[in-house]
């Protein structure tokens, strides 16, 4: 054989060597040390399983759940939206180690490590690299980017939330698009209505208002593009990467996200082109994505709560028409409603949107009990908290809004990491203010208005897409109070 021939056998065959080298390094080597490391600490978990991870034990277990009926009686809903990891908690302890794939996850709820993590101001924890569809949805906006950038846009918003401009330039828009909603219900007294959706409309008209400068008309078609793309991310989280392939060629939903990248690129430049600032697009996108699903959520669940607990319907409109009387909301009013706050803080512990605060650890950490390798993920899990019957009773299922009578605090006996439906740290919500203060606008004209009962055609059944949604939505009869309501 010539020197040649040799060559041209020999330099591929080195090529294909290091390249299976590299991939039995990454998908077996890696997360075994992983595993070994962690099991050697005393983290347990279901073991990692070539390539998948636990992928397809998770699909299955979810597929299963979302068969079981739900009573409205008692409101646990960890096991049915996330059966997987009510499940490994239960069998593995507060702390367990799963795999998303090849990638390492450590879900905590235990409330020390939660703290810890997230209080961490060793800049130990970062948020974790999108996937290829999640960058597509975030892009650069406030809730992904790290170091400088985000001090800056940090910094951009809390001047855009703080307390002056949220009553002078926010307040009186939140009260003029629930004046449209409520325009919309005139003539639908006594009928079975779908709140749920008439929220998505209220909060994205808001978010229109206040974050693009323009109406909900103009901006639906963007929505409608970020609630495509949404559900195309959610349903790429549990799918597995098979290396080199995912490489070569394009899913269907990849070449659709692109598609819808772009459509919502041109649709957002047109609105803010007087700006001429780029920037803007993600900005608008994150605060479309973190604030008008999150804020139709909490509506949603609040109003199917006082539906069925008609004692604290009667005591939040009693304590609304002591406030305001007929008149429209007022920042004074709002920050006073103490019972509304008590019951809006009850449906963010057993309904709350959030389901997981996820961080990537940047470099080997050490910390009090653990030492945690690179690139490992963190999730810390909301729900496992707000559903921990060691933190909040025997009645945590329940919904029982006399907890916070007196305030957060006392409820939660001063532990910070029980309650956080809003995070926890320096990236805890920015948007918190604003959010509560748009529920209550909304809640309180409602209830001047209306008594509200749920009708018999609803079925409970939350499902998880980004936030927990009702999954064939939340239909209520509401009754005017007044002939002219
Ligand atoms: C009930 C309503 C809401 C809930 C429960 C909620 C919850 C959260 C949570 C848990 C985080 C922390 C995420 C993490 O640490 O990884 C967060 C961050 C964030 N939220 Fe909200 N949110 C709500 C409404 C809003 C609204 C209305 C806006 C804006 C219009 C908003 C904008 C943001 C932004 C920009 C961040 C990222 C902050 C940062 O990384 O510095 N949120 N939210």
């Not at 973190?290 to 319907?313: F, K, P, R």
Request: some cysteine; overall charge positive; proline content about 5%.
């Amino acid at each position: 054989m010539s020197a040649l021939m040799k060559l041209v056998i020999l330099v591929p065959c080195c090529f294909f060597l290091v390249a299976l080298i590299k991939f039995l390094y990454n998908y077996l080597w890696t997360p075994l040390r992983i595993q070994h490391m962690m099991n050697s600490q005393g983290i347990k978990g279901p073991p990692y399983r070539f390539i998948h991870g636990n992928n397809n034990q998770v699909t299955r277990m979810k597929v299963e759940a979302s068969t079981k009926p739900m009573s409205l009686t008692r409101h646990d809903i960890f096991p049915r939206v996330q059966p997987h990891v009510h499940s490994w908690l239960n069998t593995y302890g507060k702390n367990y180690l799963s795999w998303n794939g090849v990638q390492a996850e450590l879900v905590i709820s235990e409330p020390e490590l939660v703290r810890e993590v997230l209080k961490n101001s060793k800049k130990a924890f970062l948020k974790p690299k999108p996937t290829l569809l999640g960058s597509k949805l975030l892009g650069k906006g406030l809730v992904m980017v790290e170091g400088e950038n985000w001090v800056k846009q940090r910094k951009l918003a809390n001047f855009a939330f703080h307390g002056q401009s949220l009553k002078q330039n926010m307040i009186p828009e939140v009260v003029a698009s629930v004046e449209t909603m409520l325009e919309r219900w005139k003539g639908q007294e006594e009928k079975e209505m779908e709140v749920y959706q008439e929220f998505r409309l209220l909060t994205a008209e808001v978010i229109s208002r206040t974050a693009f400068g323009s109406s909900y008309l103009e901006g639906e078609k963007i929505f409608t593009m970020l609630d495509k793309l949404s559900i195309l991310v959610i349903r790429d989280i549990f799918k597995t990467r098979i290396p080199f392939i995912s490489k070569l060629w394009k899913t269907a939903d990849l070449v659709e996200s692109e598609q819808l990248q772009k459509g919502i690129q041109d649709c957002v430049m047109e609105i803010i082109m007087k700006r001429e600032d780029k920037d803007l697009v993600d900005e608008c996108k994150t605060f479309y994505l973190a604030g008008q699903g999150n804020v139709n959520s909490l509506l949603g669940w609040t109003v199917l709560l006082l539906s069925i607990h008609g004692d604290w319907q009667e005591k939040a409109r009693r304590e609304v028409f002591e406030m305001f009387g007929n008149q429209n909301p007022h920042p004074e009013g709002i920050a006073k409603l103490k019972t509304m706050s008590m019951i809006m803080n009850e449906t963010l512990r057993l309904y709350g949107p959030s389901n997981g605060l996820y961080r990537r650890v940047g470099r080997e950490v050490q910390l009090e009990k653990l030492v945690l390798p690179a690139n490992i993920h963190l999730v810390a899990l909301n729900i496992a908290l707000h559903n921990d019957p060691q933190l909040w009773g025997d009645d945590v299922h329940l919904f029982k809004p006399e907890r916070f009578a007196q305030g957060i605090a006392k409820a939660t006996n001063h532990n910070a990491a029980a309650f956080f439906p809003f995070g926890l740290g320096t990236r805890s919500c920015v948007g918190m203010t604003f959010a509560t203060t748009e529920a209550k606008i909304a809640l309180s004209m409602i209830l001047q208005r209306y008594t509200m009962t749920l009708s018999p055609a609803y079925v409970h059944k939350p499902v998880l897409l980004i936030t927990y949604k009702p999954q064939h939505g939340i239909q209520v009869i509401f009754e005017a109070l007044h002939k002219d309501a």
